[in-house]
């Protein structure tokens, strides 16, 4: 079984570099979140409240981030490999032998990806937090400081995410029927199963509860702020499996494919590899909505303030941003294209059946670009729809004190859906031109 385990990682590189380039981001950011913690020993207690208070913002928003792309990378590197865990299962392999084989695979890339991102971060990690602190008053004399055993402790940590959320994801791929797989071209369909709807409704209360308290007490609730928009945002990627495939197919339905045929494609392989666009979606809402949601309720709060003193509050500086949302968003943007560069295989597949079908190469690459702009628009729709939430609930809950106009935080989420244009373009067009340097019939009969 130990050789199959690694045997198997080396055949199917792409899909396992996809997983191990992201949890080493989310070694990265975590091992910031973690400066951040380890630079508040031995601090004077003036100090140590206002780092902690800082730590603390950090840690959750990367742990939102971790947990969230993490769990949707771990179920797409099992569900693109079902066909492969099928076949063991034809030549005898035991169910529960498929189920360790995979968790022991996932371990494995967990440890290493982990490793590596603390590693490459950990040269640069008091640069990082200097700068970051130089934004924030009283604490731009704190000395950072980081140990061997906070960096132990990072690894562990991305690992115990990795594993943990591929508990159900490994069990299926053990438990599912072989000639079910072999006939299923399309994949695993992701649910909204017990443990996501409960997720799913504890942190939509959660997010309800600190919008509305922050009206109570405006002045004490400067570290709430900043995590109400990124409650919402978990509260999306929860709903991703309700809410994506319904609205992919409905907002592209909008638009005539009758004299496109590259969208027509585009539009229907979107909607029929529902599984692999939902982890892409996922990590994508994470990438636009958690900036967008941030600076929506800080602007409202800036709008509430203004009305009620006339005076103006200051912006978050690029130091506080990069310790704030730095992390996660190197963690969603990596799980992003990394979803999409694990399909490389399948991907290259397309398109050689498109060639094979009469289409040119200027239709599979378009073809690619629009599946790509279907990806970024279906997830910049729910995170409008979380900059909306955040933006709203924020005024309605100071407007009882005074009338507060919303902000949306507009700006962060154009900045942030272009560099998802940028980013998942690529990603989906280097497999269609890795496949169009190959004969079609050599792509066809890859295994």
Known sequence: MIRLVFRDLLANVPIWLGALVVTAAAGAATSVAAGLVTSSFGLDLVYLAGLTTLASISAILTIISVVTVLGNVTRLTIDLQRRSYA?????????????????????????????????????????????????????????PQTFAASHLAVILLVSLVVVLGSVKSSKRAGRVRAIEVLRDAGGDVTRMGVVRWIFFGLTFAVALLMTWSVGSNPAGAGGQLVIIGPLFTAVAVCAIPLVAPP??????????????????????????????????????????????????ALSTNGNFVRAATGEAMGTIGPGSFLL????????????????VLMATRTREQETALVQAAGGSRGLVLLRATWEALILVGTSALIAAAVQITTGVGMALSLSRIT?????????????????????????SALPVLSALRRPVRAVLAAE
């Open 247 to 296: 609205l992919l197919r409905a907002w592209t339905g909008l638009i005539p494919d009758r004299r496109s045929t590259s969208w027509f494609l585009a539009r229907n392989a979107a909607g029929f590899n529902v599984g692999r666009s939902a982890a892409t979606i996922s990590a994508l809402v994470v990438t636009i909505a958690l900036p967008a949601s941030f600076y929506a």
């Open 403 to 427: 009338g507060t106009i919303p902000d949306f935080g507009l700006l962060p989420a154009v900045a942030a859906s272009v560099v998802c244009v940028i980013a998942i373009t690529a990603a």
């Open 87 to 143: 076949l063991w299962q034809l030549v005898g392999v035991s169910a529960a032998r498929v189920t360790w084989v995979v968790r022991a695979q996932l371990a494995v890339v967990a440890l290493l990806g982990s490793t590596l991102g603390t590693v490459l971060v950990s040269p640069f990690l008091p640069s990082i937090l200097r700068f970051g602190l130089s934004d924030s008053s009283g604490l731009q004399q704190i000395e």
């Open 324 to 339: 704030l949302l730095g992390g996660p968003l190197l963690v969603s943007l990596a799980g992003a294209a990394a979803t």
